[in-house]
């Protein structure tokens, strides 16, 4: 691993030229194309003939997708013909697609892009360059986790091209400990993790019989793992126990006693550091130096120590590894879920809720949120309120598009037609009834877009009413259309909801927003 001591991506490039194309891994969005951006005026890769081809690839992009470099991409046109590309989730399908063929083509020799290039798309580089090491994970800074830098490091080395593939870490002077602790020995373990959600327990009750519930609930992946980690730590203290107490029993009786060379050796080492100039003015001093004296004027063991110290040492280590098994299986114990019990408490919620009677059968709201799997108790309340139903397909769109939204911080949209009170209403009620706020996330601010794009807006006017990337946009439709679809679904038999729907969705999957499949 070569580490590049340098702020400037300009010069990491530059120190790297023989080893390219590379993949430049950057933890936001933002950063890919101001770097992008900063390499761009530096840098050109591409022969005049390599631009042609460029040139090729992008008029067959534009031609099914007018507008492609419009708004903020105007830039990235000039950057892919000078061999330079970024790649993260705010683009659009058809950007991204068309980045991602230039570059399979090797007309990108540097493509800054996010880590979630490196996970289910297979291009290779001759090298792998981090920006940085640390990244925030939605709550603070920190580190990469082993298996995150082996994820991305792994994507260097091409099989037919490259004998190596090379890493590079841009180091900030602030961070040294950037580095140094990657190690594929240590690479964190898959952990399996079961979400016991209101699509989970209804699941469960209308087709599972209770010995199946109770063995999906003790047999889990999750369970496995945690009895399994907690057995082996249990095993190891055992036999650090064995150790210990093995290795004290070659001590003799004169061990920590006055006579004893262990002890002894301790004192004088205690007795030089009490004599020290800083040490004497301390009032406690004198009298501890007269004790050591006093212990050390009676006869010494003439024994050979050696192994006494090695043993000591010993027991030393073996007890710093017995503390951190035992801080280990405290906090699995402490973070252990008790399925069973998260299991009772959401069917307690929806029988509140009315979703289950009394002996767990399903009841009308229950069937329905059998078949939503995203935030299934607000869209089945949103339904069995009468809000979407009385709601006009506009604004059924623009309340649909809100479903499991979290806002970024900086976003903005400019206002629709409806104010929405009514759901943040029926939000605030579920919340006050017990509903956990990761169960009911919902969000005004994209359902204007939503209501625009059904009234016929184009992508560009789309993009003209807020700050948000293009790709963005074009996740928040197909989210709802999913939704939609979702709801269709549970409709059932309520031909008049499912035809509503259907005509909502029909209206939003167009042009863009239609996925070919």
Not at 247 to 265: I, Q, T, V, Y
Not at 362 to 376: C, K, N, S
Not at 453 to 467: D, I, S, V
Not at 483 to 491: F, H, K, P, S, T
């Amino acid at each position: 691993m070569v580490l590049a001591n340098t702020t400037s991506c300009a010069g990491v490039i530059e120190a790297i030229q023989d080893h390219l194309p590379a993949l430049y891994f950057v933890f936001s969005r933002g950063r890919t194309e101001q770097l992008a951006e900063e390499l761009g005026r530096e840098w050109d890769f591409l022969l005049p003939e390599e631009k042609d081809r460029v040139s090729e690839y992008i008029a067959g992009a534009e031609k099914g997708n007018p507008g492609l470099f419009g708004g903020r991409r105007k830039h990235l046109r000039r950057l892919l013909l000078q061999g330079i590309g970024y790649h993260h989730a705010g683009l659009s399908p058809a950007l991204k697609e068309l980045v991602e063929n230039l570059y399979e083509a090797r007309l990108i020799f540097v493509l800054f892009c996010t880590e979630t290039f490196a996970v289910g798309i297979n291009f290779p580089a001759a090298s792998t360059v981090f920006d940085t090491t640390r990244k925030w994970d939605g709550r603070n800074h920190r580190g990469l986790l082993n298996r995150e830098f082996f994820q991305m490091a792994g994507r260097a080395g091409r099989r037919g091209f490259d004998r190596v593939g090379h890493v590079y870490i841009n180091i900030d002077e602030k961070f040294p400990e950037q580095t140094g602790f990657f190690d594929e020995n240590e690479v964190e373990p898959v952990r399996g993790r079961l979400i016991i959600s209101p699509n989970t327990v209804l699941s469960l009750l209308h087709w599972k019989t209770g010995e199946e519930i109770e063995r999906f609930l003790s047999q889990n992946l999750a369970v496995y793992q945690n009895s399994k980690e907690t057995r082996n730590l249990e095993q190891e203290l055992k036999t650090l126990e064995e150790k210990i107490f093995a290795l004290r029993g070659s001590f003799c009786e004169d061990k920590d006693g006055p006579a004893c060379p262990l002890l002894r050796n301790k004192l004088k080492k205690e007795l030089n550091r009490l004599r020290h100039r800083k040490r004497r003015k301390n009032p406690e001093t004198p009298g501890r130096i007269a004790e050591i004296k006093s212990i050390l004027a009676q006869p010494a063991k003439g024994c050979l120590y050696h192994d006494c110290r090695d043993a000591h040492d010993e027991i030393a280590a073996l007890v710093e590894r017995k503390k951190e098994l035992v801080r280990r299986n405290r906090y699995l114990k402490k973070h252990a879920t008790d399925y069973h019990q998260e299991f009772r408490r959401m069917c307690d919620l929806l029988e509140k809720l009315g979703f289950i009677d009394e002996n767990k059968k399903l009841l009308p709201r229950g069937l329905f949120a059998l078949h939503v799997h995203v935030q299934e108790i607000l869209v089945t309340e949103l339904v069995f309120s009468g809000i979407l139903r009385d709601a006009s397909p506009a604004e059924a769109a623009s309340i649909l598009a809100g479903i499991d939204y979290q806002p970024g911080r900086d976003e903005v949209v400019l206002p629709g037609e409806y104010p929405m009170d009514n759901v943040a209403l029926l939000r605030s009620e579920l919340l006050n009834a017990g509903v956990p706020e990761h169960l009911c996330v919902w969000s005004p601010l994209p359902g204007p877009l939503a209501e625009a794009w059904y009234k016929g807006a184009t992508f560009e006017e789309l993009q003209k009413r807020c700050n948000l990337h293009e790709g963005d946009i074009f996740s928040i439709i197909r989210r709802e259309i999913d939704i939609l679809r979702q709801i269709e679904r549970a409709a059932g038999e309520d031909t008049a909801l499912r035809l509503a729907m259907n005509d909502i969705r029909s209206v939003l999957d167009r042009d863009e927003m239609a996925v070919l499949i």
